[in-house]
């Protein structure tokens, strides 16, 4: 008896057919996934680049509320989100610039960090969950493609291959499908967290320097 692909799919039966389904779903769930934080991590790279010098540009010739609207043209840039948080904190402090609460500042640039973070953490969990439990989702389809190859050999009273066959190709598909779901969804988690954490200590750096620039700045005006 032939055991080919073909055959292997043809003997399957509800409960292999039923983890095929999940499998394929968390596969789709997971290129979506990655898609999506592939291309936002790509766009916030590129944009934070771009947003870098013209920050500097405004801040050294004081200019808050330009670099506040030029902060506004990059919205997918990550360094972008926290500093506007900052210098919108200032600004809104009133027409003296050189007695505000850099305290408030502070927690301005660490609650927007926090929320910016928890956006681009967006669908990570999920892949997660499905390289941990793509695995086990094949194994069960495995166990019962046991269960099934067993009963066949009950059946038939004899086990050769055809008695077993619909057992095997049940057990072989389900857990091939259940790694080959599993590992990218690993692999793309991995890659994505590497990335996140660098965010996150750009986002820190940033917010760090921009605490300073504004240090420097009120005791450059308090010393005169």
């Given amino acids: 008896m032939s055991l080919s692909l073909a055959e292997m799919f043809a003997h399957m039966g509800f409960v292999g057919w039923f983890v095929i389904v999940c499998l394929v779903v ?13 291309t936002t991590y790509r766009a916030a790279r590129k944009q934070s680049l771009e947003f870098l010098p013209a920050l500097v540009k405004c ?35 009133g027409e003296d610039k050189t007695t505000y609460d850099v305290g408030a500042v502070q927690r301005s640039l660490d609650m927007s960090s926090a929320l910016t973070a928890a956006e681009m953490k967006k669908g990570l969990g999920g892949l997660a969950t499905i390289g941990s439990t793509a695995p086990f989702i094949g194994l069960f389809g495995t166990v019962f493609g046991i269960i099934n190859a067993f009963t066949g050999m009950a059946q038939t009273g004899s086990g050769g291959l055809a008695a077993v066959s619909a057992g095997i ?3 072989l598909i389900t857990t091939a499908a259940g790694l080959a779901v599993a590992i990218p969804a690993v692999m793309a988690f991995n890659y994505f967290t590497g990335h996140l954490e660098r965010f996150q200590i750009e986002m820190t750096n940033s917010s760090a320097e921009l605490i300073d620039f504004f240090l420097k700045r009120r005791e450059a005006h308090g010393a005169r």
């Fill in 169 to 171: 190709a049940e057990a």
């Fill in 59 to 93: 801040l050294k010739d004081n200019q808050l509320e330009q670099a506040v609207e030029t902060s506004r043209k990059y919205k997918k840039s990550h360094i972008a989100k926290v500093v506007s948080a900052g210098l919108m904190e200032v600004l809104n402090q």
């Fill in 26 to 38: 968390c596969s789709l769930y997971s290129l979506a996934v990655t898609i999506d934080r592939f």
